[in-house]
């Protein structure tokens, strides 16, 4: 069965601190891979979306990047964190292809706090 | 281009009254794919349901139950005898039908579900 696991849960860094947030997924190959952040009491905006290794597209200009160096990993970065960074980012995973859409599966999330 | 509406920013119950959250999509596809997910206090999205666009049977699961209705647009979520348990935030989200070519599900802006004992 497919597995996504994504670290650490929680993350308090002070600002204009590097970040790294890996997610991975098992049990499946060629995943589309998400990164989203919600903000406190917001809902959830995409920042990234990556359908292969190193094809990653950004939807909204940010203080952040995103990587994925192996077909199942996807790495969200920051070279320094703002104030403004801080929410929680939640990473998911969806099936590539023309098969049935199932949606995402979404990663337990890490809570960031830039102080 | 498409978009779901979620107009009820927080809803207050007593436990074991009757709960309806509203969807509302706009889609040009004619096969498309309708969610809900529950956000509890702990964050993790949970998903509850998935419907297609071709099936608009009513689902009931336990005491969860979706209407789907293509002609107003809406698939409504309707929690019965609600519980402590069902305070959380609830995602609406809305696909184009197949999630290649890094096809993005859209979501509402969630409905804040607060039950009292």
């Known amino acids: 069965s497919q597995t996504i696991h994504q670290w650490p849960a929680t993350l308090v860094q002070p600002v204009g601190s590097p970040l790294s947030l890996e997610c991975t997924v098992e049990?499946?190959?060629?995943?589309?891979l998400y990164w989203y952040r919600q903000a406190a009491g917001r809902g959830l905006q995409l920042l990234f979306y990556s359908i292969g290794i190193d094809q990653i597209s950004s939807e909204v200009p940010q203080n952040l990047s995103a990587s994925r160096p192996q077909d199942r990993q996807f790495i969200l970065s920051s070279k320094k964190l703002l104030l403004s960074d801080s929410g929680f980012y939640l990473c998911?995973?969806?099936?590539?292809?023309?098969?049935?859409?199932?949606?995402?599966?979404f990663g337990s999330g890490t809570r960031l706090t830039v102080v | 281009a498409q978009k779901v509406t979620q107009a009820q920013t927080e809803i207050s119950v007593v436990e074991k009254e009757d709960v309806t959250l509203d969807c509302v999509y706009e889609t040009r596809d004619t096969t498309y794919y309708l969610f809900w997910y529950k956000q509890p206090p702990s964050g993790e999205l949970v998903f509850l349901i998935r419907?297609?666009?071709?099936?608009?049977q009513n689902e009931i699961s336990g005491r969860y139950s979706w209407n789907f209705q293509k002609s107003t647009s809406s698939f409504n979520f309707t929690i019965t005898a609600s519980q402590v348990v069902d305070s959380a935030v609830y995602f609406c989200?809305?696909?184009?039908?197949?999630?290649?070519?890094?096809?993005?599900?859209?979501f509402g802006a969630g409905t804040i579900l607060r039950v009292k004992s």
């Open positions: 998911a995973w969806s099936a590539h292809g023309t098969g049935d859409n199932y949606g995402y599966t």
């Open positions: 049990g499946t190959s060629n995943p589309n």
């Open positions: 989200a809305l696909s184009e039908a197949y999630m290649e070519y890094g096809n993005k599900l859209v």
């Open positions: 419907r297609n666009s071709f099936d608009e």
